[in-house]
């Protein structure tokens, strides 16, 4: 098992001091998310010709590898025109993806909008991935739908990817969304989508009392919460998944919660600690 973050912990940074940073700390990979405050990535210098080639020379001298790209793009709209704009940005992601020999970049579902209704918005979603796949097959790219929104359930992910109907997709598992929002079980959850597993993101969260009912949760360290993490290290260890876990800090969505020179090291930490255990 292998142990990354994501940049939503730290979106001002550069590419080159989240580098650094996961060297020095002794992580195995960047999961790409911001970069300077921007999702755009493919427009920042850091990725584009000289300083595409400088930033991949100093994964390879750290041994650090980039093992997804998340992009923003969403298939849940009923216009069609803003599931184009979602493909056409996911379409640029693969080619950076493809460039930093990152091996899948992620994509949501995500919820049932205004007028429309879960059959129809899964087959957009669907649509949108088997498009997306198709694209990235070539470039040897796969589509990964994160466990998020409606379609955050296990059930629900795999009757996306059963519709995509395309070899090169699978899930992103962030049980937390499924376990907060659907109270589904880890051993559940796992036993749906195991074949399908792709990357796995892991955050801790505690229950607010008397808080507003889309916001019940708020991100706190890992072990620090109600999120029953030690149990997801566990469970992914006796079935033997060698993949990628990687520590989603919420830090651009939740900016009150602490910095990721706090949070960094603490999960690293922890996350050792649990493996070891």
Not at 5 to 24: D, G, K, R, V, Y
Not at 38 to 61: I, N, T, V, Y
Not at 89 to 101: D, E, F, Q, Y
Not at 123 to 144: M, N, S
């Amino acid at each position: 098992m292998k142990i990354s973050f994501s940049t939503l912990a730290c979106p001002s940074w550069s590419f080159q001091t989240a580098i650094e940073q996961a060297h020095t700390l002794g992580y195995d990979g960047i999961e790409l998310r911001f970069i300077e405050n921007s999702d755009r990535l493919w427009e920042l210098p850091a990725f584009q010709g000289a300083g595409l080639k400088e930033h991949c020379d100093r994964l390879a001298s750290t041994g650090l590898v980039i093992p997804c790209v998340d992009t923003s793009c969403l298939f849940d709209s009923p216009d069609a025109a803003q599931r184009r704009q979602s493909l056409e940005m996911g379409r640029s992601m693969v080619g950076l993806a493809a460039a930093l020999k990152a091996p899948g970049i992620r994509v949501f579902g995500d919820r049932v909008q205004p007028g429309a209704d879960l059959p129809s918005t899964s087959a957009w979603v669907a649509e949108g991935i088997h498009q997306l796949a198709e694209f990235a097959l070539p470039a040897g790219v796969e589509i990964w739908l994160e466990s998020h929104g409606n379609f955050a359930p296990a059930a629900a992910a795999m009757s996306v990817l059963r519709a995509a109907d395309c070899t090169n997709c699978g899930v992103i598992w962030d049980s937390l969304n499924a376990y907060s929002e659907f109270a589904e079980e880890l051993d559940e959850g796992w036993r749906l989508l195991a074949g399908a597993v792709r990357h796995v993101h892991i955050k801790d969260a505690r229950r607010i009392d008397g808080a507003p009912a889309d916001q019940p949760w708020e991100p706190v360290l890992l072990g620090e919460g109600d999120f029953p993490a030690r149990e997801l290290v566990a469970l992914l260890r006796e079935n033997d998944y060698q993949r990628f876990v990687s520590f989603e800090w919420e830090k651009r969505w939740h900016p009150q919660i602490p910095d990721p020179e706090i949070a960094l090291p603490h999960f690293i930490k922890w996350m050792r600690a649990a493996l070891e255990a």
